[in-house]
C-alpha cells in the first residue's frame, strides 16, 4: 500500500522564525510532490509543487525534494501568524495521494 | 474563473436517506476527483474520472456509494442509503494537471 506520512504536530514555531515541515513516502515511482495549505473549515489549497530532486522557492516558501531519500519537505521563512493552517503534503505516481497533514501554529 | 463549485455546502440528513453531493469543475479541466475527508482518516480519495469516464473507484467505501459524470461540467456523488458513519466533508477537485478544490460539502448522518 502507497503511503505518504507527515508528523501530525503540533508544530509550534515563533513568528519570524523559519518552519520546517517533513514528508516520506514509500513509493519509489512517484514523479510528482504537492503541499497544499488548509485552514480550519476550509479546502486545500496548492502552495507549492516540485517535480526533480533540489530545492524550489516561491517567496517565503522553498519545497525540498530527495527522491533517493524518498523525502520532500516544506521550510517557510519569516513565519506569520497567517500561516497557521494545516500543510499536507501529497505524492503522485498514477493518482495522487495525501498525507494526513501537520498542523502548524505559528507563535505571535 | 468561478473555481470548481459543489452543492450544498451543508447537509443534514437521517441514516437511510439519499444523498446526492454535486460538483461544478473548472471548465477545461479534464479530470475530476471526489475526496472524503475526516479526523481519523484524512483526506481520501473516493473515485476520478478522466473525460468524463470513472479511471479508478478503488477508494468508494462500499455499493451505498456511487458516482457519475455525465458531462464535462458535472459530477454527482450518492450515498444511498447513508449511515452515522458517512459523516464527513467531501470535497470535489479539478484538474489539468494541478488539482483544485472545491469548497466542500458538510454531511452529517443523524
Known amino acids: 500500500q502507497k503511503e505518504v506520512e507527515q508528523n501530525s504536530g503540533p508544530l509550534s514555531v515563533p513568528e519570524g522564525a523559519i518552519a520546517s515541515l517533513n514528508c516520506t513516502y514509500s513509493?519509489?515511482?512517484?514523479?510528482?510532490f504537492f503541499w497544499y495549505r488548509q485552514y480550519s473549515g476550509k479546502s486545500p489549497e496548492l502552495i507549492m509543487f516540485?517535480?526533480?530532486?533540489g530545492d524550489k522557492e516561491d517567496g517565503r516558501f522553498t519545497a525540498q525534494l530527495n527522491k533517493a531519500s524518498q523525502y520532500v519537505s516544506l521550510l517557510i521563512r519569516d513565519s506569520q501568524p497567517s500561516d497557521s493552517a494545516t500543510y499536507l503534503c501529497?505524492?503522485?505516481?498514477?493518482?495522487?495521494?495525501f498525507g494526513k497533514g501537520t498542523r502548524l501554529h505559528i507563535l505571535p | 474563473d468561478a473555481g470548481v463549485i459543489q452543492s450544498p455546502r451543508h447537509e443534514v440528513t437521517e441514516m437511510g436517506q439519499e444523498v446526492t453531493l454535486r460538483c461544478k469543475p473548472i471548465?477545461?479541466?479534464?479530470?475530476l476527483f471526489w475526496y472524503r475527508q475526516t479526523m481519523m482518516r484524512g483526506l481520501e480519495l473516493l473515485i476520478y474520472?478522466?473525460?468524463?469516464?470513472?479511471?479508478?473507484d478503488s477508494g468508494m467505501p462500499e455499493d451505498r456509494f456511487s458516482a457519475k459524470m455525465p458531462n464535462a461540467s458535472f459530477s454527482t456523488l450518492k450515498i444511498q442509503p447513508s449511515e452515522p458513519r458517512d459523516s464527513a466533508v467531501y470535497f470535489c477537485?479539478?484538474?489539468?494537471?494541478?488539482?483544485?478544490f472545491g469548497a466542500g460539502t458538510r454531511l452529517s448522518v443523524l
Open positions: 501529497a505524492v503522485k505516481d498514477d493518482k495522487i495521494i
Open positions: 471548465s477545461g479541466h479534464n479530470s
Open positions: 513509493d519509489r515511482g512517484s514523479q510528482s
Open positions: 516540485i517535480y526533480s530532486n
Open positions: 477537485a479539478s484538474s489539468k494537471g494541478i488539482q483544485y
Open positions: 474520472f478522466n473525460n468524463n469516464v470513472p479511471i479508478d
